[in-house]
C-alpha cells in the first residue's frame, strides 16, 4: 500500500487526522465542523455502546429519548447551565422556508414562519429532561429515577477535529433522580466507577478517577467528576464525566416529590456521559505509524485471514481449508474476515488491515497446508510465529486475551512515566514544555491561580486525584498553604 500516513513524530496532529481518515473510519462532511463516521467507525462505536450498555442496564439503568429542541425559556431555567452553554449553543429561529421570488429553485427563510418561542438544539439535555421529570414524579415510590439515553447534540464548536471536538457528535448521557443527597452522590461515583472500568477493561486505557476544580466543573453540578486518560504525545484526554447536581435542576424545574410523611421535598439529582470523544482517545492512547491498534474486544474484526496462492487451484484448497478454520472461531464469538480477493497481492492486504487494526492475521498458502501449520502475526508486537492448523480454535482466543492485556500494560507503563512531581512554577513550566504529561503539584485552591497558570501555561487542572494522600505543602504559584497535590497538564 506504501506509507499511508505520516509518523507520530514528525507531526502528531497530522498523524491523527490522516490516520482517522485512511483507515476509515472518519471524514469530514459538507457541513463545517461536522463528520461521517464511516462504517468501520462506526463499527467500532457500536461495540463500545454494546459494552457500556450492557454495563448501565447491570446497574439498574433503562434507556428513553427525549427531543433534540428545547424551548429557549427552558433551557434558562437552570442559569448556570444555560449561561455555561450559551455560546456553544444552535438556535432555530424560523419553522419553514420559501421560494426566493428573485433566483429560481432557491429557498429563503419565510419571514411570516418566525417560531413564537425560538429552540435551542440541545448541547446537553437536562434542561428537557427535568421539565419531564417533574411530570413523573409525585411520589417517594417513583423515586430513584434511572434514566439514560443514546442521542447526538451539537455544541458550536469553532476549531473542530475529528471525534475530538466536533459541532455534532453522538453521545450517551444518563440523568437520575433520588431521594436524598447521599444516594446521588453514591450514584455519581458509582457511574464513574463504570466508565473507569470501561475505559480499562475495554479500551485498555488506564485512567486516573477524580474530583474536577471549581473552574472545570460543569455548569449547574455541585461537584464534577472525571476519568483522565493520557495520550501519546503527553497531552490528557477527558474521557468521561459523572455530575452530582444537587438539587439545582430540581429546584429550577420545580422537580418534587411527596416523601412518607406527605412532606414535599425537591429531588435530588446527577448527570453523566461519554461521547465519541472516546473513539478519539482509543486511536491516541495505542496507535503507531502503522496504523490503528485496537485492543480485541473493541475491533470490529479479530481475525484476518489472508490466503497465499498463485492458481485458483491452491485457492481454492486453502479457501476449503479456511472455512473449517472461520467455521470455529465464528462459534468461539469471533469476528473473522477471510480476504480472498484477487484483486490484491497479499502484501497490500497485510498493509491494509495492519493500518485498519487488525488484532491478529493468519496467512495460509499450499506450503502451510502440507505441514499442517499457519502464519499468526499480532498487530501490538508486530510478532510473527507459527502455529498448527490444529491449534488455531484453542490458542487464538487465549492469544486476544493476552494482546488485550499487553496494550492494556504498555499504556500503564507510558501514563505511569508521564507523571511528573514538581514543587516550584519553574520546574512546573520546564516539564510541560520538555516532557508532557500530568504534573503532579501543589494549588492553593483559588480560581484566581488556577486562572493564572492556565493563561501563562495552557495547562488546567485535569482532577483532584480521589486517591491523592493529604499532603501539606506550598503553591507552586502563589505559596500559599496546599494540602494535597493535584495534576496538572496541556490537554485536548
Known sequence: MGKEIPSRSEDYSLWYNELVKKADL??????????????????????MQQALDGMFKETGHVNAYFPLFVPKSMFEAEEQNAEGFAKECAIVT???LKNDPEKKGKLIVDPDAKLEEELVVRPTSEAIIWST??????????????????????????????????????????????????????????????????????????????????????????????????????????AGTSHFLGQNFAKAFNVQYAGKDGKLEYVWGTSWGVSTRLMGALIMAHSDDDGLVLPPKLAPIHVVIVPIFRTDEEL???????????????????????DNRDTHKPGFKFAEWELKGVPVR????????????????????????????DDVASLIPELLNTIQENIYNRALTFRNSMITTVNSFEEFKKVLDEKGGFVSAHWDGTAETEAFIKDQTKATIRCIPLDAAEESGSCIYSGKPSGRRVLFARAY
Not at 459538507?30 to 467500532?44: E, F, N, Q, T
Not at 481454492?316 to 477471510?338: M, P, Q
Request: net charge positive; hydrophobic share 40%.
Open 362 to 389: 493468519l496467512a495460509i498458502g499450499p506450503r502451510d497446508l502440507e505441514n499442517g501449520t499457519v502464519e499468526v502475526a499480532r498487530r501490538d508486537t508486530k510478532e510473527k510465529q507459527v502455529m498448527k492448523l
Open 316 to 338: 481454492a484448497k486453502v479457501s476449503d481449508k479456511v472455512s473449517t478454520i472461520v467455521k470455529t472461531l465464528r462459534e468461539k464469538g469471533l469476528s473473522v474476515k477471510f
Open 133 to 238: 421529570y417533574k411530570k413523573w414524579i409525585q411520589s417517594y415510590r417513583d423515586l430513584p429515577l434511572l434514566i439514560n439515553q443514546w442521542a447526538n447534540v451539537v455544541r458550536w464548536e469553532m476549531r473542530t477535529r475529528l471525534f475530538l471536538r466536533t459541532a455534532e457528535f453522538l453521545w450517551q448521557e444518563g440523568h437520575t433522580a433520588h431521594a436524598n443527597a447521599d444516594e446521588a452522590v453514591k450514584e455519581t461515583k458509582q457511574m464513574l466507577d463504570v466508565y473507569a472500568t470501561f475505559a480499562e477493561q475495554y479500551m485498555a486505557m488506564p485512567v486516573i478517577k477524580g474530583k474536577k476544580s471549581e473552574g472545570e466543573k460543569f455548569p449547574g453540578a455541585i461537584d464534577t467528576y472525571c476519568i483522565e486518560g493520557m495520550m501519546q504525545d503527553g497531552k490528557a484526554l477527558q
Open 94 to 96: 424560523h419553522y419553514r
Open 26 to 47: 472518519a471524514e469530514h462532511s459538507d457541513v463545517r465542523g461536522c463528520m461521517v463516521i464511516k462504517p468501520y467507525g462506526y463499527s467500532i462505536w457500536e461495540k
